[in-house]
């Protein structure tokens, strides 16, 4: 199935698709999605056998507002509505208890549930207009690079869903925040486009660092992961016309030159990756950001792309 531009009609088309059990890709404001009803086994089996991604690593449900959490999670808890009125629409993932509605394959087998308001207008439109949560987990193959542009998706999952709607690159860039809200305390199972000091400043406390063996929390969270083909190297300062992503001025082709704002790094993170990888080299550098909060997620997305 060929991209799409995401007209009125398209999204309708693609919100049938979503009904009769359907996969398709939709943008988000951070990276894009492969989305399906979320209450339908068969639907979301699909979306794991597509990305060739592990059954015990979870999926995240989209709704179109706040009020429709209440439609996938057992109870909603106080502090919900003070990180929604803040960080709704947008990149913030949080953990609840699950409804019967969803079931345990789109959970991962999990008693929670992930969920989210996207920001981007088309995730928007095609939730409402599908009537169904939709569970959407990153429109890439199972460990490679995220997508936030629709030129870059892997032709393998092209040839495999209904319809991609191109919703243009996606502006934040790295995946959402999630945060986990079934606990004492709340926890950041995964940092993203939403800064640990943003929800701190909310919550009006500093959240607990959780060592990374979160894993029997978050099945999701391996060590490599968002990787590109290359082996990356994590440098200080990568070498005179050595390949790489480097915040120097470029001294060859095959340097690319980042943004020293982490927003601006973010966003052009996996399409700089990607643009690397299909130069071809069988390795390339990137310069290690400054080790700040505001760089958290930048940092993580390196790190594991940079794992063996
Ligand atoms: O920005 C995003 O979050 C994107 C867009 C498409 O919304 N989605 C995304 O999905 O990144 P995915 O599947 O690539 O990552 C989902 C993450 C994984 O780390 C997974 O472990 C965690 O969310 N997760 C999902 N459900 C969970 C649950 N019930 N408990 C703990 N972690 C969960
Ligand atoms: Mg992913």
């Known amino acids: 199935m060929s991209i799409v531009r995401a007209t009125t009609e398209n999204i309708r088309a693609a919100a049938r698709i979503i009904q009769a059990g359907g996969v398709v890709v939709m943008p988000t404001e951070t990276v894009y999605g492969l ?3 979320a209450t339908d086994d068969k639907a979301v089996q699909r979306v794991f056998e597509i990305k060739g991604r592990p059954a015990a690593n979870p999926l995240i449900v989209h709704v179109a507002s706040v009020e429709e959490v209440g439609r996938v999670a057992e109870s909603v808890p106080d502090i ?5 009125a803040r960080f709704w629409p947008g990149p913030l993932t949080v953990v609840l208890a699950k409804r019967p509605s969803i079931p ?3 959970t991962g087998g999990l008693d929670t549930v992930a969920v989210r308001v996207p920001a981007h207008p088309i995730a928007l439109a095609l ?6 949560p939709i569970a959407a987990p990153s429109a890439n193959l199972f460990s490679e690079l995220s997508v936030t542009k629709a030129e870059n998706i892997d032709p393998r999952i092209e040839a495999e869903v209904g319809m991609i709607l191109d919703g243009g690159p996606c502006e934040v860039g790295v995946e959402s925040t999630v945060l986990d809200l079934t606990g004492e305390e709340p926890e950041i199972l995964r940092p993203g486009g939403v800064s640990r000091a943003d929800i701190q400043a909310v919550l009006g406390k500093p959240l607990g660092i959780v060592p990374p063996p979160t894993v029997r929390k978050s099945p999701g969270l391996y060590r490599r992961h968002y990787a590109p083909r290359a082996s990356v190297r994590l440098v200080d300062s990568i070498r005179p016309g050595e390949p790489g992503l480097t915040f120097q001025q470029p001294t ?8 020293l704002d982490p927003r601006a790094y973010a966003a052009n993170l996996y399409s700089s990756l990607k643009k690397l990888d299909d130069m071809g080299f069988d390795e390339f550098g990137v310069e290690l ?5 505001e760089w958290e997620a930048v940092r993580d997305r390196l790190r594991k792309a940079s794992s063996t």
Do not use: F, K, W
């Open 104 to 106: 345990y394959r789109t």
């Open 80 to 84: 919900l509505g003070v990180l929604a």
């Open 252 to 259: 060859s082709d095959s340097q690319i030159r980042m943004p």
């Open 35 to 37: 989305a399906c009803n």
């Open 289 to 293: 950001p400054p080790d700040t909060q």
């Open 127 to 132: 939730i409402r207009e599908s009537q169904c």
